[in-house]
């Protein structure tokens, strides 16, 4: 089981490390749920430091493909893993619509986590129209063959996949047990239909969309979600806590 948090424009330093400390009293002795949480880049020395010796890691919440250049803005999954993170995300819905991410942009963006010892954290998801034209999965898969093409077959078991259906991500309508589960288990499939047979069983697939405290056991009870990547509710101790603990 495996819970992501992801903060995306919220908590400078000082909100950060108010944050992280109140997930280390709670959880630093937590082993049977793996933890991490993507602060702003901005945040991520201040919540290193606060986590050292926990087994709460660290994520980015994107990388840029490039080791280094004229690329204003930009952070490298190399600088990622000199300030101490684990995990990047990588193609996060608000990414590829709002920063224009398309799919060749993600892969380069898999391939340069894992070039800098990085763990991806790939992100997939349908949005409404595509679901209610019944193309959830094609597009889900698409998205899959796509970000994790050219990694071998133990590159793509280290990567984790979260699925977002995009309809679901801060709007507070979650997929329902069984909408999550069918596509998980679809994604499962197609895992198994394109890797050797460890990858679909060995591969971590989150499941992220508005999940809270309240909704959160009945879908990490599902047989195919290995976890949740969490937004809105990861923000706040407590109801974070209350994920971890529904998934434990
Ligand atoms: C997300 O940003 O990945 C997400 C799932 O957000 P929320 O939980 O707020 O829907």
Redesign the pocket.
């Given at each position: 089981m495996f819970i992501a948090g992801?903060w995306?424009l919220h908590k400078g330093p000082q909100e950060a490390d108010t944050l992280a400390t109140a997930l280390k009293r709670a959880l630093a002795d937590e082993t049977a749920v793996d933890i991490a949480v993507a602060p702003p880049f901005i945040s991520i020395p201040a919540v290193v430091d606060r986590l050292k010796h926990t087994g709460i890691l660290v994520a980015g919440q994107d990388v840029h493909p490039e080791i280094k250049g004229a690329f204003t803005s930009a952070v490298s999954s190399e600088m990622l893993k000199d300030a101490g993170c684990a995990y990047t995300?990588v193609g996060?819905?608000?990414r590829r619509s709002i920063f224009g991410d398309d799919d060749a942009v993600v892969n380069a963006k898999v391939h340069a986590a894992f070039r800098a010892g990085l763990l991806p954290i790939l992100?997939c998801g349908e949005t409404l129209p595509q679901r209610e034209a019944g193309q959830a999965v094609e597009v889900v898969t698409r998205q899959l063959a796509a970000g994790l093409a050219g990694l071998a077959a133990d590159q793509v078991v280290s990567t984790t996949i979260?699925y977002?259906p995009v309809w679901?991500?801060?709007?507070?309508v979650?997929a329902s047990p069984d909408q999550a589960q069918e596509m998980h288990a679809a994604i499962r499939s197609w895992l198994a239909a394109n890797f050797p047979a460890f990858v679909p069983t060995q591969t971590r697939i989150q499941y992220?969309?508005?999940?809270?405290p309240g909704n959160a056991r009945e879908l990490l009870s599902q047989p195919d979600i290995d976890g949740?990547?969490?937004?809105?509710?990861?923000l706040d101790a407590d109801s974070f806590l209350a994920i971890v603990r529904a998934g434990a």
């Amino acid at each position: 089981m495996f819970i992501a948090g992801n903060w995306k424009l919220h908590k400078g330093p000082q909100e950060a490390d108010t944050l992280a400390t109140a997930l280390k009293r709670a959880l630093a002795d937590e082993t049977a749920v793996d933890i991490a949480v993507a602060p702003p880049f901005i945040s991520i020395p201040a919540v290193v430091d606060r986590l050292k010796h926990t087994g709460i890691l660290v994520a980015g919440q994107d990388v840029h493909p490039e080791i280094k250049g004229a690329f204003t803005s930009a952070v490298s999954s190399e600088m990622l893993k000199d300030a101490g993170c684990a995990y990047t995300l990588v193609g996060h819905s608000e990414r590829r619509s709002i920063f224009g991410d398309d799919d060749a942009v993600v892969n380069a963006k898999v391939h340069a986590a894992f070039r800098a010892g990085l763990l991806p954290i790939l992100c997939c998801g349908e949005t409404l129209p595509q679901r209610e034209a019944g193309q959830a999965v094609e597009v889900v898969t698409r998205q899959l063959a796509a970000g994790l093409a050219g990694l071998a077959a133990d590159q793509v078991v280290s990567t984790t996949i979260a699925y977002e259906p995009v309809w679901a991500i801060g709007t507070g309508v979650t997929a329902s047990p069984d909408q999550a589960q069918e596509m998980h288990a679809a994604i499962r499939s197609w895992l198994a239909a394109n890797f050797p047979a460890f990858v679909p069983t060995q591969t971590r697939i989150q499941y992220g969309g508005s999940v809270k405290p309240g909704n959160a056991r009945e879908l990490l009870s599902q047989p195919d979600i290995d976890g949740a990547l969490v937004g809105g509710a990861s923000l706040d101790a407590d109801s974070f806590l209350a994920i971890v603990r529904a998934g434990a």
